[in-house]
Structure formats: structure tokens, C-alpha cells
């Protein structure tokens, strides 16, 4: 219900947009995150954005150089990655929740109900 796309391989300082597009129903109401996974590693919180758009949320790692957003008519959620470096290699996943009690839930993976499938992005140097 959540097709993730948008990964490959681009050179360190380059730029990718990852989609997450729904489908069988509307996640127009739900919280949506980005979460990715590097070999050997945890899964690890990248970037959320609230049901309404309002409230965006970045990892440290991340922040000043991906941007999340999302486009209610094409029920689809954007991580705009710029300025890649060799450490955003990951599998990146997209995932919908909620409702959440508390800002720190955007950032925990188990407060979300629905995963995409991954898309592999990789940052060469």
C-alpha cells in the first residue's frame, strides 16, 4: 500500500528525491516518516511530517540538507536529499501512523503501522 521509489546511486555531494506513494487507501490522514537501514545497522529515524503538513522533523544527521513534504491530491509523500554523503547509504523507508500522543512518537519506528518496501540508496565518494 506504500511503493516507495526514487533510490540509486549518485556521487557524494549529489541529490535524489525519494516518492512514497499510497495506494488502496488515502494516508492522508496519517503521520508519514522516513526511516532507513544501513547494512549491519538499526533502522533509524530520517525525517516526519504531521497529517496536516504543519510540523516537519529531522534527524541531527539529516537536518539543513533533506526536506520532507507531501502532495494530498497524489496522496504521496517526497524526501528531497541533498548534499548526499558516503553515510546516507541506506535502505530507505517510508511509513505511515498514528495518531500520536506526543511529539517524540514521530521518531520511533514502532509507532508507525505501515511500511513501504525500501528503496536502496547509495552514496559514493
Known amino acids: 500500500q506504500l511503493q516507495a521509489s526514487g533510490g540509486g546511486l549518485v556521487q557524494a555531494g549529489g541529490s535524489l528525491r525519494l516518492s512514497c506513494a499510497a495506494s488502496?487507501?488515502?494516508?492522508?490522514?496519517?503521520?508519514m516518516g522516513w526511516f532507513r537501514q544501513a547494512p549491519g545497522k538499526e533502522r533509524e529515524f530520517a525525517a516526519a511530517i504531521s497529517r496536516t503538513g504543519d510540523s516537519t522533523f529531522y534527524a541531527d544527521s539529516v537536518k539543513g540538507r533533506f526536506t520532507i513534504s507531501r502532495d494530498y491530491a497524489k496522496n504521496t509523500v517526497y524526501l528531497q536529499m541533498n548534499s548526499l554523503k558516503p553515510e546516507d547509504t541506506a535502505v530507505y523507508y517510508c511509513?505511515?501512523?498514528?495518531?500520536?500522543?506526543?511529539?517524540?512518537?514521530?521518531?520511533?519506528?514502532?509507532?508507525?503501522?505501515?511500511w513501504g518496501q525500501g528503496t536502496l540508496v547509495t552514496v559514493s565518494s
Open positions: 511509513a505511515a501512523g498514528g495518531p500520536f500522543g506526543s511529539t517524540n512518537s514521530y521518531y520511533y519506528p514502532g509507532r508507525y503501522g505501515y
Open positions: 488502496g487507501r488515502t494516508f492522508n490522514n496519517y503521520h
